[in-house]
């Protein structure tokens, strides 16, 4: 044996070692000559005619002078038995650090077999980019949404138009309109309708979310009180994105909603008038689109007008118009 286990070359065969005088022998030659020929057959050549048969514990690591090139099998720094292209299992024992270019990928795939994935990620001391993500965001009007080169998924949120805050008063003071729809692809967040006026119970409806994977109606607006002494205009109905409180009940004019809130107005309160009543506030719709189409056409709703005021009364608040945000990743 030409090795002692432990990569000491150790020659062992009989006759061995040689003293002045010794004669020389054929058998002890040879014997010589093929546990040489055991050691040099154990060792790595060099220009690649051997290959290993158990792991070698590169202690200082691997230095290649190689341009890592993955498209090709003879300028690749690592190569691994399945050809490139094929998927191939690395075990890093402590740490990966990827250098060189600014940009790149790394791909995780799930394993062959039943299971989860996991990453686990260190506290880190700066940034992991695991993926890129832009975003949209339509805030008026309608048109053609045009999904991004490279994009692998969207994920899609819209809340429709809030209806518009009736006005107080007596003489038949205006009921506030509805707002509109928001539409993206056949994605729905319906509109809220507007505050009725002449002091209602109830306030306008909220509009319902349809076709997402999370759908939610918008809240319906406060009631504006009959005639009385200092009455309080009903709230605008609330959204994912906001709501409308009501106005002091002093006579005041109804509160406008924030715009792309989707939140309906409030009605216009009351001195010894019928308060308004709030618009509805608009639907709410959020969905995940994996391998989305190139366009999708969409249109964000409005927000419906404030009702007028009546005789001794007030305007009412003016919905808040919808949105839609895109979320796009590659």
């Known amino acids: 044996m030409a090795y002692n286990g432990s990569g000491t070359f150790v020659i062992n065969s009989s006759g061995q070692p040689v003293v002045t005088g010794t004669t020389i022998s054929s058998t002890v030659f040879n014997a010589l000559t093929a546990d040489l020929a055991t050691g040099l057959s154990t060792a790595i050549t060099k220009d690649g005619q051997t290959a290993t048969t158990a792991r070698v514990p590169f202690i200082m690591g691997i230095n290649s002078s190689l341009a890592t090139d993955s498209t090709n099998t003879t300028s690749g720094s690592i190569i691994t038995a399945g050809g490139v292209g094929i998927a191939k299992a690395v075990f890093i024992g402590t740490t990966l650090n990827l250098m060189g270019a600014t940009s790149g990928s790394v791909t995780l795939q799930a394993p062959a077999v039943a299971g989860s994935t996991t990453l686990t990620l260190p506290t880190l001391t700066g940034t992991v980019g695991l993926s890129t993500r832009t975003r949209q965001v339509f805030t008026s009007g309608s048109g053609t949404y045009t999904t991004p080169t490279g994009c692998k998924a969207i994920s899609i949120r819209c809340v429709g138009g809030g209806g518009g805050g009736a006005g107080s008063g007596t003489g038949a003071p ?96 009351g001195n010894a008038v019928a308060a308004g009543g709030g618009g509805g506030g608009g639907g709410y719709v959020e969905k995940l689109i994996a391998s989305p189409a190139a366009t999708y056409s969409y249109a964000v709703g409005a927000g419906g007008a404030a009702g007028g005021a009546g005789t001794s009364g007030q305007a009412g608040g003016a919905g808040g118009s919808g949105i839609i945000i895109v979320e796009e990743f590659y």
Do not use: E, K, M, R
């Open 174 to 269: 205006g009921a506030g309109t509805s707002g509109g729809n928001t539409t993206f692809s056949t994605l729905t967040a319906a509109l809220g309708t507007g505050g009725p006026a002449g002091g209602s119970v109830s306030g306008g409806a909220g509009g319902a979310g349809t076709n997402g994977d999370i759908n939610i109606t918008g809240g319906t607006g406060g009631g504006g009180g009959g005639a009385g002494t200092l009455l309080t205009g009903g709230s605008g109905g609330s959204t994912t994105f906001g709501s409308t409180a009501s106005p002091a009940n002093t006579g005041n004019t109804g509160i406008a909603a924030t715009a792309n809130s989707g939140a309906g107005g409030s009605g216009a309160s």
